[in-house]
C-alpha cells in the first residue's frame, strides 16, 4: 500500500467517532439472561459496528467446560433478523468466537446483540447501545463486566479495556538504540510497494506488493542489492499454485530449515481480482533459477478471520518454533490448554503468525504439512494496524510493527504467565528518521551484535526519497 492510498485517511476518521451521550452518562448495559449450567457461561462479550470491520459479534465461554454452540442464532433488534452459528463450532473454557453477521444483517448505531439457543426463543445473553463503536464496545473484563467503548478491535482475543496488547504498558517510550537512520539501498531500486523484510544471515528476503519476492546480499558497505544469479536481479514475480494470479504479498518469514525449506509469503488478495480478499499463507521454493516462482502450497485462511477490506488484511508474517512456545508455557486458545505440539502431527515444528492491517489483530496458525489448518491464537496488537511482526529469538520476543497510520510505532510481546502474549514494551520510531510509511522490520541475528549493539532494516513502502531501505541500530 502507498502513503498517498486513501483508505488509511478513512480509517484514522472512523476512529474519530465521537462517544454517545448515554456512554458518558454511564447507562449503556447489557442485558444477560440467567440460564442453567453451561448455557449461562457463553456472553456476548464484544461487538463491533464501525465498518473498520465487518459488522461483528463476539462471544465468550466464562465457564470451565466447553460448550457446543452449534445451531445457536444471533439477532440484532429485529426479530426477524437471524444468524445461525456453523454447526460444529465450539467454545473451550476461556476462548472467544467473533461471528461476521454482515451478510445477514447490520448492526446500526442504536440497536442490540441478541444470542438466543437454538430453538430461536430461549434469550442468552444480550447487549443493548445508543452508538456506534469507536471501534469496539467491549465487556471489562470479559465475560462479566460492563461494556465499554474501547480503543481496540480485540475480535477473538481478550478484550484490551485500557491496557492493550493483552495488558502492559501503552505509553511509548524512546527507541531502544541509536537515534539516526541511514539509507541501505541504491537510488529508486525497488520503487514503491516494498513491503516484508526477513534477514537470513547475509541474505535479505523482502516481498513486494506487486506480486514478487526479492532476494537481497551486502553492498558491501552496509546496506543491500539484488543478487544477480539465479533469476533474482529484478526480484522473482510470485504466482498462486499452478502458476495462476497475482499475490499482493505483503509480508516474507522463513521457518526452521532456513530458505532450503521454502519462503512463505502473506498475501492479502489475488492482484487479478484486487476488490476481492484472499487472506492466504503462501510456501514457495526458492531454488533453482526463472523469472518467477508459482505456489507449492496455499493455506487460505478467508474463511476464518473476520472480513476486512481487500486492501486491509494480511501484512505481517512470522514464524516461532514449538521449542520456544512451549518452554514459556504458551496456550492454545483452540483447546483451552497448553500448546502440546505432537497434537497436530507434521507442521514445520512451529506456528505461523500473522498479523492485519485493518484491525491490529494477530493471530496464530497450525500450518499443516497437508495444507490445513488450526487457529491457535488470537490477540491484539494494541495498534491501530499491524504491517510487520518479527520472532527475535535470542530475546524470545515478538516484534508488531505498525507504519505511519501510527507514527511508526513498535510493540514488544512476551508470553505471560497465563500463556498469551502480552505487551511488555512500546517504542517510537528512532527520533532521527521521519514518519516513514514502513510497512517492513527485520533485525539482525546475535552474530552482528558489536559494542552492544546491532543493525535492525526497515522498507519503506513509499519509496521516500528514491530509498526503500534503511538501517540503524538497537541494544543486543
Known sequence: MTASTPRRRRRALSRLLVAAPLLAAGVLTGVPAAHAAAADDIRVNEVVTTGDVNDSIELYNKGAATVDVSGW?????????????????????????????SGTFGLGSADEARLYLADGKTLVDSFAWSD??????????????????VATVTLGSANDCGTGGGGGPTTPVAWPGGSSVSTADGSNVFGEDLSGLYQEGGVLWGAQNSGKLWRLVRDGSGGWKPDTAGGWSSGRTLRFPGGSGSPDSEGVTLAGAGSAGGAFVASERNGDASGTSRLSVLKYDVGGSGSSLSAVKEWNLTSDLP?????LGLEGITWIPDAALTGAGFKDSSTGAAYDPARYGAHSGGLFFVGVEGTGMIYGYVLADSGTYTRVASFGSGMAGVMELQWEPQ????????DDTCDGQHRILKINSSGAFATTAVHNRPSGMPNYNNEGFSLAGADECVAGSKPVYWSDDANDGGHALRRGTITC
Not at 307 to 311: D, E, M, R
Open 73 to 101: 442464532i444471533l439477532k440484532d433488534d429485529d426479530k426477524s433478523h437471524s444468524y445461525k452459528i456453523a454447526s460444529g463450532t465450539k467454545l473451550a473454557p476461556g476462548g472467544f468466537r467473533a461471528f461476521d453477521v
Open 132 to 149: 456506534h463503536s469507536d471501534p469496539s464496545w467491549s465487556r471489562c473484563a470479559d465475560g462479566t463486566g460492563a461494556f465499554k467503548d
Open 307 to 311: 472480513s476486512t477490506g481487500s486492501n
Open 395 to 402: 530475546a524470545s520476543r515478538l516484534w508488531a510493527v505498525c
